[in-house]
């Protein structure tokens, strides 16, 4: 892991002046995504239902952009708000149920878990907690492709979201790319753990092969990501952008490090 | 007789509609008229009225004063009357329709020998109980004390209500049971008004005054849960002279920007004279207009819902039983140390959890067995099956023994034997063997898998 400072316009202007007065070279506009970013409000990840990745890695996104949120309001105070986790019946017979000790330790207190029997349910439980202000952020999981989830339905969840300024991340369970207006889509799969220190021979912390594969303001790459305990890490030896990234080429990006993180 | 026939006999006979329904409504607002008498007064259809003179005659000169007045009153009015004052109301009415006129009844007669000498028909019986009485020979109101109780109450024991059942009238009529009655309550019309210090004379300053009075009369409205539809304005002008506007409404408001804006238009060719001193608004129609919550779904529109309203609504529509927040539980198997609670409810007491052994993400709501390979029975699988897909342990950890709890369950329950492992591809799951090979609790120990790991 190593920084270097690249000395150019961007990097010479306050960073707010940068974001806001030249869109060119807001390194989110068309740079790669990077852990630590803010999240959108209406992220998608697609994933196996044979597998707990998609929820592991929603709830790392989820803990990130909390700690973005903290970091940005400055806030010592300890979050209190509650999570909410929608699913629907065959979500939920697929992949199980959240089970409380295997939590991370700062949601465990704070879930509320909304079992739907259909996907229309689901989604109205979505969009009713989306609209509520006492929440930290929403997690949906459903099943397939169901004929509710259209892309008005999804454009509704993406409104609602910004509207209200609470974070959906959306986990849709063996289905294929449909239409969505969810800001980020991910593909997520599982990746071999990281060894841990002392039985190598025993599972590690997890690890999950993001690709995202559609995006309004990065370019798709794909990345190994872990729960780093205190923020989402990538782990530099596969991530790498599924097409070279000409800003990063072209080395003109300001005070940011070419290696993720 | 047909109105035919009454013709045939009396050509110059004048007709007139028989009006039930007007008869009623001109004897109710004489009952209101008659309340100048008695805080309270009652109608009696068709055609008779009971005031409440209780302590109040006094006010009028006396009891004959009383009746006086009111016989005065009526006969203005255009109305032939006959009145009479009684301790009860039977008996006022007994009077009335056929004791003298002008009849006084005080508190200390003797009721019973007074009103001895009355038809039975002043009992305000029905028609065939009176055709029974007459047949059985019973004419007057002494007749009926003559005999006996017990034959009385014999003979109309079937008798329920107090029209059929000379008794019990009897008993209204000397004030050995109470009577209810249903007194008339006049509708209060809502009514604002503002007495002006100075008399005004311009326009601007009206207009300020009507706005007050629009937003008095909007919180009288509100209270009473109506808007108005008619809306009469008076203005009293230094001179005695009253200028009225009147305004209907399509619908019933209470907006006081609205009457407002209407009444302005109605206000330009008043001639303030010498000044307007006095100004009174009343609604002289109004309807129900249910008070609207409007602004609750606005404001949460725009500032969210609170958790509270969010679950409210989440269990309306999904069932109370959908919404749930886990909670831990003493115990020993994995799927028991989770429980549901309401989100409202607080965190049970519980032990401090023990953080040594890693918990899987999720929890399948029942272990699904797998099929196994492994290289020896009691060591971990090499290989299994798991909703019809091969997976291929790479790493593992374990066992950790779950033993049963022996206080809650059978002997012959066995234990488990959790693994936590990853499979090539990466993927990591929560397995257990059921039981050991010889525990003399089963045959073959079978594999299931219980949690999926994030």
């Known amino acids: 892991m190593f920084h270097r400072t690249h000395p150019s316009l961007a990097a010479a202007l306050p960073d707010k002046l940068a974001d806001s007065l030249v869109p060119a070279l807001d390194p989110r506009r068309s740079g790669r995504w990077r852990p630590g970013e803010a999240a959108p409000l209406h992220s998608e990840l697609f994933a196996s239902g044979r597998d707990a990745g998609g929820a592991g890695l929603a709830l790392s996104l989820a803990l990130d952009a909390l700690r973005h949120e903290q970091k940005d309001a400055l806030a010592k105070a300890e979050d209190?708000?509650?999570v909410l986790w929608v699913q629907d019946r065959e979500a939920m017979r697929r992949s199980g149920r959240p089970y409380r000790p295997g939590l991370p330790r700062s949601l465990q207190h704070r879930l509320i878990h909304v079992v739907a029997d259909k996907p229309e349910d689901a989604l109205f439980a979505l969009e009713e907690g989306l609209r509520c202000r006492d929440l930290a952020c929403v997690i949906g999981e459903l099943a397939g492709n169901p004929r509710a989830l259209s892309f008005t339905a999804s454009r509704r969840l993406s409104l609602a979201a910004e509207q209200h300024g609470v974070p959906l991340?959306?986990?849709?369970?063996?289905a294929v790319h449909d239409l969505s207006s969810a800001r980020m889509r991910w593909d997520v799969a599982c990746a071999p753990s990281l060894p841990p220190?002392?039985?190598?021979?025993?599972p590690g912390v997890p690890r999950w092969h993001a690709s995202l594969f559609r995006s309004r303001t990065h370019a798709p790459g794909e990345w190994i990501l872990r729960d780093g305990g205190e923020r989402l890490v990538a782990d530099p030896a596969a991530s790498r952008a599924a097409t070279p990234d000409p800003v990063d080429l072209a080395g003109a990006v300001g005070a940011r490090s070419l290696a993720a993180s | 007789m047909m109105l035919a026939d009454a013709r045939t006999l009396c050509p110059q006979i004048q007709v007139a509609p028989a009006d039930p329904a007007g008869d009623l409504a001109l004897l109710e607002r004489l009952a209101l008229l008659a309340q100048r008498w008695g805080p309270w007064s009652a109608l009696d259809p068709p055609d008779g009225l009971l005031v409440d003179v209780t302590a109040v005659a006094h006010l009028f000169g006396g009891e004959g004063a009383l009746l006086a007045d009111v016989r005065a009153r009526m006969e203005r009015q255009g109305f032939l009357s006959r009145q009479a004052i009684a301790p009860?109301?039977?008996a006022a009415w007994a009077l009335a329709h056929y004791g003298p006129e002008q009849a006084l009844l005080a508190p200390d007669d003797d009721m019973a020998a007074r009103l001895s000498g009355l038809p039975v028909a002043a009992l305000r019986l029905d028609g065939d109980i009176i055709t029974v009485l007459r047949r059985l020979g019973l004419k007057q109101l002494g007749d009926l004390q003559g005999i006996g109780r017990d034959a009385l109450q014999r003979r109309f024991r079937s008798h329920r209500s107090?029209?059929?059942?000379?008794?019990?009238?009897m008993d209204q009529l000397l004030g050995?049971?109470?009577e209810p009655l249903l007194p008339v309550l006049p509708p209060e019309v809502p009514l604002v008004q503002r007495r002006l210090m100075e008399p005004?004379?311009?326009?601007?300053?009206?207009?300020r005054v009507l706005e007050d009075l629009a937003d008095d009369m909007a919180r009288v409205l509100e209270g009473r849960g109506e808007g108005a539809r008619r809306l009469e304005l008076g203005l009293w002008r230094v001179d005695g002279e009253v200028i009225q506007r009147h305004l209907e409404m399509a619908a019933a408001t209470r907006d006081a920007a609205h009457i407002c804006r209407l009444f302005a238009a109605r206000l330009d060719d008043v001639d303030a004279g010498f000044g307007i001193e006095l100004l009174r608004l009343r609604a002289s129609w109004s309807e129900p207009l249910a008070l609207t919550q409007r602004d609750m779904e606005e404001a949460a529109e725009r500032h969210g819902t609170s958790l509270a309203a969010c679950i409210d609504r989440l269990s309306v529509r999904l069932g109370p039983d959908a919404v749930r927040r886990p909670v831990l539980k003493s115990g020993h198997i994995p799927e028991r140390v989770q429980s549901w609670r309401h989100p409202s409810e607080p965190d049970p007491a519980s032990q401090g959890e023990l953080a040594f052994h890693d918990r899987p993400l999720k929890l399948l709501d029942k272990a699904e067995k797998i099929a196994v390979l492994y290289a020896s029975p009691d060591g971990y699988p090499q290989r299994f099956r798991w909703r019809g897909q091969v997976h291929e342990v790479a790493r593992v950890e374990g066992p950790e023994r779950i033993a049963p709890e022996w206080w809650r369950e059978r002997s012959t329950i066995r234990l488990r034997d959790y693994y936590r492992i990853e499979d090539g591809e990466g993927r990591r799951y929560w397995i257990y063997r059921h039981g050991l090979l010889g525990d003399g609790r089963g045959g073959m120990p079978d594999w299931y898998l219980q949690g999926l790991f994030g």
Do not use: E, K, S
Request: no cysteine.
């Open chain 1, 80 to 82: 209190r708000r509650f």
């Open chain 1, 169 to 174: 991340f959306l986990i849709r369970l063996d």
């Open chain 1, 197 to 202: 220190r002392w039985n190598a021979q025993a």
């Open chain 2, 88 to 90: 009860t109301a039977g």
């Open chain 2, 162 to 169: 107090p029209g059929a059942n000379p008794l019990v009238r």
């Open chain 2, 176 to 178: 050995r049971v109470p």
């Open chain 2, 200 to 207: 005004i004379r311009h326009r601007a300053l009206l207009d």
